[in-house]
């Protein structure tokens, strides 16, 4: 892994080279309260953007509380999220978050990671999407972009989304934890993309652990 000075550098040349949050930011899951933002994010798993999205509408079409939605059968839940995928065990996952958010937790959810991950069906990811995004909390959520360009740079090496975000909690100074998400993500889907990562323009190709890559191209 990259040294700690290096890490800052890292930072600062993707802060000079990337606009970080933006005043419009809504999260990768767009969603006006935490309780819908956590059923998005789990209705993510395994499926692409557009997918979830559709999942996401069809369902809080029918309803937008977790009383609303344990109110309807498996089959309505199912129906309505079919086009995000795993649609058997998703249903089974949000009811069984529903009724814990509701007998738990009076359905108001969690501010804390700890909180938040208590509860069935979320993970270190959603945990801290929600934080992020819902509750304006200086974390650095971990995506498939940021997973791959932390470990690609060597700002951590991990195997698994979890371990890379407590990586990223131990290793980031503490002025980059606002905008680190959005400096990497941006960076992973502009430069250090998987397929053919532009590393002709990266700015922190001389600190990555990796090197060039020989599929470099366009």
Not at 19 to 35: I, M
Not at 57 to 82: C, V
Not at 89 to 96: D, F, L, M, P, Q
């Amino acid at each position: 892994m990259l040294t700690q000075p290096q890490v800052e550098e890292v930072y600062r040349k993707l802060a000079e080279a990337m606009p970080g949050r933006t005043s419009n930011a809504k999260g990768p899951k767009g969603q006006p309260d935490a309780f819908r933002s956590c059923i998005s994010c789990m209705l993510s798993a395994q499926s692409l953007d557009r997918n979830t999205a559709a999942a996401t509408k069809a369902l809080f079409k029918l309803a937008k509380t977790p009383g609303d939605i344990l109110a309807f059968d498996d089959d309505a839940i199912r129906e309505a999220i079919r086009p995000c995928g795993l649609y058997n065990n998703k249903t089974k996952s949000i009811r069984k978050f529903c009724k814990a958010l509701l007998e738990e937790h009076g359905g108001v959810v969690p501010r804390t990671r700890e909180g938040l991950m208590s509860l069935p069906g979320i993970g270190r990811k959603c945990a801290d999407i929600v934080m992020s995004f819902t509750f304006g909390e200086d974390i650095i959520a971990v995506d498939t972009h940021v997973h791959r360009v932390c470990n690609r740079i060597g700002l951590t090496k991990a195997k698994s989304a979890e371990k890379t975000a407590q990586q990223l909690e131990e290793r980031s100074p503490e002025w980059a934890m606002a905008d680190g998400h959005f400096w990497l993500i941006q960076f992973g889907k502009r430069v250090c993309r998987a397929r053919v990562p532009k590393c002709a323009i990266c700015v922190v190709s001389d600190l990555c652990e990796t090197g060039p890559i020989e599929r470099d191209a366009d």
